[in-house]
């Protein structure tokens, strides 16, 4: 093999990716996005001690719910406000999911694993059979799409900050939201009263509970909310990315969340740029085949099977829990229920 060949692969391949990042930006945090509000949902409820690995059935069943919503009223109400309505009733579908959970984990103290794989059955089951009850045979069209925001072009080809700028705002709104509500959390979790107390039931609740915090009171409105923002990532699933509903269309991602929340160390933040590291990995799997690459590289890429490029996301949450969980330190009361003294 020429001495060169790798050195010019890895040159070539760097150029085709400032080719191909004004494109890639937008897709990321498009792919990004159920990740990141799953992510978000993971780190409220485990910064407060109550492991959810429902979040996948929760994104499933507010991805359903949410459009069986808009499927039936945009006719009578119009796109815009079945829309809308689709959106509020995902997120009461999470939150109650997530009320339901906090129950079993919370008060019940029900093994929070078992609780979490229930919810995740459920969902296929529950969704599986509604679809072809009510939306398969029905024969009428879907519930419509949220209509993104478009960049002007003055700003989207502005050098270098366009492709950024596109990348935040060339999306629908509920892409959008997901940075403020990602500042938001970080800020509410590190900044405020209400994250203090989260953080204080997550790592010792008995002594939080002597300081007077309800600490089954806080497990119960971190879940809650958690699971309305989980609800959310359902919505946008089938409201604005794709406008239909599929069985089992969450396809995984409740599970790369919960990789994400890991790699982040439990912040809003890192785990937000975790579902960012996933989107992107998704993301290049799609620009190879609709912009592949020229000369050497290109011919090097087309050797690799499509299937890789589709498992990379996956190839990476493997690559993470195998070598981050041991690095990374969870809160000390994460997945251990909490009674109180002289309950038992």
Request: a neutral charge; proline letters at 6%.
């Amino acid at each position: 093999m020429d001495i060169l060949a790798l050195p010019r692969l890895i040159w070539e391949f760097v150029v085709y990716l400032f080719a191909v990042m004004p494109d890639l930006l937008p897709i990321i945090l498009s792919l990004a996005t159920p990740l990141a509000l799953g992510a978000l949902c993971g780190v409220l409820g485990e910064r407060s001690g109550v492991v959810n690995i429902g979040i996948e059935g929760i994104m499933l069943m507010a991805a359903f719910f949410g459009y069986l919503t808009g499927f039936v009223l945009h006719e009578p109400l119009g796109t815009g406000a079945a829309l809308a309505l689709g959106i509020v009733v995902a997120v009461g579908t999470g939150a109650l999911l997530g009320l339901l959970h906090a129950w079993l984990t919370v008060t019940v103290r029900a093994d929070q694993i078992i609780a979490g794989t229930m919810m995740n059955i459920a969902a296929f089951g529950v969704t599986g059979y509604l679809n072809r009850l009510i939306i398969t045979p029905s024969g009428r069209g879907g519930a419509g799409v949220i209509t993104p925001f478009h960049l002007p072009d003055q700003l989207a080809t502005l050098p270098f900050v366009g492709p950024i700028l596109a990348m935040f705002l060339d999306q629908g709104p509920i892409a959008m939201s997901v940075i403020v509500l990602v500042l938001i959390s970080q800020f509410a979790l590190f900044r405020t009263r209400w994250g203090l107390r989260t953080r204080a039931v997550g790592e010792h609740p008995k002594a939080a509970d002597t300081v007077g915090i309800d600490v089954f009171r806080q497990r119960y409105m971190n879940v809650i909310i958690g699971c309305g923002i989980a609800g959310l990532a359902g919505a946008y699933l089938t409201l604005e990315s794709t406008g239909s509903f599929q069985n089992g269309m969450t396809n995984g991602r409740g599970f790369i969340a919960l990789a994400a929340v890991i790699f982040g160390r439990w912040t809003p933040l890192g785990s937000f740029l975790g579902a960012l590291l996933f989107g992107t990995a998704t993301a290049f799997g799609i620009i190879v085949n609709v912009r592949p690459a020229e000369g050497d590289l290109g011919t090097l890429m087309k050797t690799i099977p499509t299937f890789w490029y589709a498992a990379l996301p996956y190839l990476i949450t493997v690559v993470i829990l195998a070598g981050v969980v041991g690095r990374s330190t969870p809160p000390a009361a994460d997945g251990i229920p909490y009674a109180k003294e002289g309950k038992g």
